[in-house]
């Protein structure tokens, strides 16, 4: 089994992967967490073909949580700089029999074509502009714990949506949870053929606003907004906030460019911002998605 896009789980796998995460929220914070070894012995393979802190961390952490041996193939100074192929490193990587592979890159489909190679599970820790299954499970998480529910949730996804792998795996696990979804952002941040929300709109009477960040690294022109701009148009402030439904929550996956789309008061609220707690949750639903798919993989084969 690999956990290569939301529509790859079955629901009842997408409840028993929640129910797991939640399980493994409760181990992590009780004193008893770093006992359970259920995956001793077992060798995770962490592929990142780009930046990241709170999706790379948090696997390598479930992995060490689980007893498992985490190994990070640090991409700039691998034979990837000298002209390997992609499919010559999965053989290389295969043929050193690792349990799980989780990989990130900045190719949509590169986590396919790294489990159509690999003789073991493969986890898309995020591919391009495509998809971050893994996100939309702690975000999931995240949000059932807070309000012990996810259905009948309004969530506001704003900001650059176009480019968003986190927008649109949060666009297919969140209604199948029974959740609303709504999409909002500069018109030359959205998908083709989507309606652009105001944020105003979007955030209207929603209990979830999640921001997200905009992407220049994949920007094709330059938005030319002015320091501040972005901001005062697109971003979360605290005035923006208050349309939102009484109790709603922020949440945003990271990393968060402040001042940008998203005040510092709004984002270091103690009692609205969930953004802490979602990176308390990736480490558990990390470790429900390693347990649960390397098992998968070998009661499949």
């Not at 591919?127 to 998480?141: F, I, K, V």
Request: proline share 4%; net charge negative; aromatic share 4%.
């Amino acid at each position: 089994m690999d956990l290569i896009s939301i529509d790859s789980l079955s629901d009842s796998q997408i409840e028993r992967l929640l129910a797991e995460g939640r399980r493994w929220l409760e181990y992590n914070r009780s004193e008893s967490r770093g006992t359970d070894k259920r995956l001793q012995s077992k060798l995770v393979f962490n592929l990142f073909y780009e930046n990241s802190t709170r999706t790379a961390m948090s696997f390598a952490a479930a992995a060490h949580r689980l007893g498992a041996s985490s190994v990070f193939l640090p991409v700039e100074q691998s034979s990837i700089k000298k002209g390997e192929t992609f499919e010559d490193t999965a053989r290389t990587l295969n043929a050193m029999r690792p349990d799980v592979v989780v990989i990130r890159h900045r190719e949509n489909g590169a986590p396919a074509a790294m489990a159509g190679i690999m003789e073991c599970a493969v986890i898309n820790a995020g591919d391009g502009t495509n998809e971050h299954p893994t996100q939309a499970l702690l975000d999931a998480l995240t949000l059932s714990t807070r309000f012990g529910r996810v259905e009948g949730l309004k969530v506001a996804i704003c900001g650059d949506i176009r480019h968003s792998r986190v927008a649109r795996s949060n666009a297919k696990l969140l209604p199948r949870l029974g959740a609303e979804v709504r999409l909002a952002g500069p018109a030359s941040l959205m998908p083709e053929g989507l309606p652009a929300l105001s944020i105003d709109e979007a955030i209207d009477g929603a209990d979830v606003v999640m921001m997200l960040r905009v992407q220049r690294e994949r920007l094709e022109e330059e938005l030319g907004d002015a320091p501040g701009e972005y901001l005062e148009r697109y971003g979360l402030t605290s005035d923006r906030l208050a349309k939102a439904a009484p109790g709603a929550v922020v949440m945003h996956p990271g990393p968060m460019n402040r001042g940008v789309e998203i005040a510092d008061d709004v984002a270091d609220d103690p009692h609205r911002s969930l953004i802490q707690l979602q990176v308390e949750a990736g480490v558990a639903v990390r470790m429900a998605c390693l347990d649960l798919l390397s098992v998968g993989y070998r009661d499949a084969n």
